[in-house]
Protein backbone atom coordinates (compact mmCIF):
# COMPACT_ATOMS: atom_id res chain seq x y z
CA UNK A 1 0.00 0.00 0.00
CA UNK A 2 1.54 3.26 -1.07
CA UNK A 3 1.44 5.96 1.97
CA UNK A 4 0.78 9.73 1.97
CA UNK A 5 3.02 11.70 1.41
CA UNK A 6 3.95 13.46 4.94
CA UNK A 7 4.26 17.15 5.64
CA UNK A 8 7.92 17.27 5.81
CA UNK A 9 7.98 15.60 2.52
CA UNK A 10 5.56 18.01 1.34
CA UNK A 11 7.95 21.05 2.76
CA UNK A 12 11.18 19.04 1.19
CA UNK A 13 9.65 19.00 -2.34
CA UNK A 14 8.48 22.91 -1.94
CA UNK A 15 11.68 24.09 -1.23
CA UNK A 16 13.25 21.76 -4.02
CA UNK A 17 11.04 23.33 -6.48
CA UNK A 18 12.10 27.17 -5.44
CA UNK A 19 15.40 26.36 -5.65
CA UNK A 20 15.28 24.69 -9.03
CA UNK A 21 13.19 28.02 -10.09
CA UNK A 22 15.47 29.93 -8.56
CA UNK A 23 18.49 27.68 -10.43
CA UNK A 24 16.60 28.37 -13.66
CA UNK A 25 16.91 32.63 -13.28
CA UNK A 26 13.79 33.20 -11.21
CA UNK A 27 13.17 35.99 -9.13
CA UNK A 28 11.21 36.44 -5.70
CA UNK A 29 10.00 39.78 -5.00
CA UNK A 30 9.14 41.37 -2.22
CA UNK A 31 6.25 42.44 -0.74
CA UNK A 32 5.68 44.44 2.31
CA UNK A 33 3.95 42.65 5.26
CA UNK A 34 0.08 43.05 5.40
CA UNK A 35 -0.18 43.54 1.37
CA UNK A 36 -2.04 40.63 0.21
CA UNK A 37 -1.57 39.14 -3.10
CA UNK A 38 -5.39 38.21 -3.74
CA UNK A 39 -7.08 40.65 -6.03
CA UNK A 40 -9.88 40.78 -3.56
CA UNK A 41 -8.33 40.70 -0.34
CA UNK A 42 -11.84 41.54 1.65
CA UNK A 43 -13.87 38.75 0.11
CA UNK A 44 -13.97 35.46 2.19
CA UNK A 45 -11.62 32.88 1.25
CA UNK A 46 -12.97 29.11 0.57
CA UNK A 47 -11.42 26.59 2.24
CA UNK A 48 -9.86 23.73 0.37
CA UNK A 49 -11.45 20.81 2.03
CA UNK A 50 -10.58 17.70 0.24
CA UNK A 51 -8.09 18.39 -1.80
CA UNK A 52 -6.06 15.08 -2.02
CA UNK A 53 -6.81 12.65 -4.48
CA UNK A 54 -9.23 9.67 -3.59
CA UNK A 55 -7.53 6.66 -2.78
CA UNK A 56 -8.46 3.03 -4.58
CA UNK A 57 -10.05 0.84 -2.02
CA UNK A 58 -10.26 -2.68 -2.34
CA UNK A 59 -13.66 -4.23 -2.58
CA UNK A 60 -13.99 -6.66 0.41
CA UNK A 61 -17.60 -7.27 0.88
CA UNK A 62 -17.37 -10.86 -1.41
CA UNK A 63 -14.55 -11.83 0.98
CA UNK A 64 -16.65 -10.71 4.51
CA UNK A 65 -19.57 -12.70 2.87
CA UNK A 66 -17.62 -15.54 3.32
CA UNK A 67 -16.24 -15.27 6.71
CA UNK A 68 -19.75 -14.58 7.52
CA UNK A 69 -21.06 -17.73 5.98
CA UNK A 70 -18.42 -19.88 8.03
CA UNK A 71 -19.28 -18.18 11.01
CA UNK A 72 -23.21 -18.71 10.49
CA UNK A 73 -23.80 -21.54 8.61
CA UNK A 74 -26.97 -22.20 7.41
CA UNK A 75 -29.71 -24.54 8.77
CA UNK A 76 -30.72 -27.01 6.42
CA UNK A 77 -34.22 -27.17 5.52
CA UNK A 78 -36.70 -28.99 7.67
CA UNK A 79 -38.03 -32.47 5.83
CA UNK A 80 -41.45 -32.78 5.34
CA UNK A 81 -42.32 -35.95 7.64
CA UNK A 82 -45.48 -38.04 6.56
CA UNK A 83 -48.43 -37.89 9.22
CA UNK A 84 -48.47 -41.09 11.47
CA UNK A 85 -51.05 -43.50 10.76
CA UNK A 86 -53.87 -43.31 13.63
CA UNK A 87 -55.89 -46.17 14.74
CA UNK A 88 -59.24 -45.86 14.10
CA UNK A 89 -62.55 -48.03 15.71
CA UNK A 90 -65.01 -49.65 13.67
CA UNK A 91 -68.55 -49.22 15.20
CA UNK A 92 -71.40 -51.48 14.97
CA UNK A 93 -75.38 -50.19 14.39
CA UNK A 94 -75.51 -50.62 18.39
CA UNK A 95 -72.43 -47.77 18.73
CA UNK A 96 -69.94 -50.89 19.81
CA UNK A 97 -66.22 -51.24 18.77
CA UNK A 98 -66.20 -53.89 16.25
CA UNK A 99 -62.51 -53.74 15.37
CA UNK A 100 -59.61 -51.01 15.33
CA UNK A 101 -58.26 -50.24 11.83
CA UNK A 102 -55.03 -47.79 10.50
CA UNK A 103 -56.39 -44.83 9.02
CA UNK A 104 -54.25 -43.14 6.51
CA UNK A 105 -55.53 -39.50 6.50
Known amino acids: MRRPITKAQKRALLEQEMQSYLSKGGEVEEVDQGISGRENP ?41 KPKKKVPVY ?8 WVWDDE
Open 42 to 82: MQALLPVLFNEKTLKRTDARAELNKVDARKHPKKPAPVARA
Open 92 to 99: DDFGEILR
